[in-house]
T-cell receptor, first 115, second 110 residues
């Protein structure tokens, strides 16, 4: 149980274009979803927290107009990187939690490369 | 944001040896979680701890929630090659904020 999927697993895009990453909880309803960014050999950096049906809460220093998060249902959250630049290249990972549990279950991650 | 101090940063051990790593915080935590991440994958939850002093096992893995509520330990017994990866601790503080540790990279030499 508690399986989270992400799509796509890898994406290469040109500078200036936008990319959408989907995060789905497959066997549970996620009350909260989280988006992280991870640089090589570094820990996870929380970008934003989203609850279904409400606006995401962004961490300090994360541009909400650049990283658009939509949490339209209890099983789907999307992250759109708008007007991507090479410095946005990174590993993006989502996680989800349900009910009153504080455990976060992670997706497999999406490797974004902006050329 | 705050990050938890995790040590050691990396470990190189022989197959069969036991492993111990820990995570410390300057503030009190209500939840400790331990994850393992393989290259190019998302972290996988290993153990969750909710009470001070709690000792929980998952196969060869054992984790403890420190009595002071400011630290946690993860032990791996009789390591095998597939234990290779990066181990992260994560904690939830009294304000319900989550923080991740800096990670411990484990290499197991056959």
């Amino acid at each position: 149980g508690a399986v989270v999927s992400q799509h796509p697993s890898r994406v290469i895009c040109k500078s200036g274009t936008s990319v959408k990453i989907e995060c789905r909880s497959l066997d549970f309803q996620a009350t909260t979803m989280f988006w992280y960014r991870q640089f090589p050999k570094k820990s996870l950096m929380l970008m934003a927290t989203s609850n279904e049906g409400s606006k995401a809460t962004y961490e300090q220093g994360v541009e909400k107009d650049k990283f658009l998060i939509n949490h339209a249902s209890l099983t789907l959250s999307t992250l759109t990187v708008t007007s991507a630049h090479p410095e946005d290249s990174s590993f993006y990972i989502c996680s989800a939690r349900y009910g009153q549990l504080y455990e976060q279950y992670f997706g497999p991650g999406t490797r974004l490369t902006v050329t | 944001g705050q990050q938890l101090n995790q040590s050691p940063q990396s470990m190189f051990i022989q197959e069969g040896e036991d492993v111990s790593m820990n995570c410390t915080s300057s503030s009190i935590f209500n939840t400790w979680l331990w994850y393992k991440q393989d290259p190019g994958e998302g972290p996988v939850l290993l153990i969750a701890l909710y009470k001070a002093g709690e000792l929980t096992s998952n196969g060869r893995l054992t984790a403890q929630f420190g009595i002071t509520r400011k630290d946690s330990f993860l032990n791996i017994s009789a390591s095998i090659p597939s234990d290779v990866g990066i181990y992260f601790c994560a904690g939830r503080n009294t304000g319900n904020q989550f923080y991740f540790g800096t990670g411990t990279s484990l290499t197991v030499i056959p």
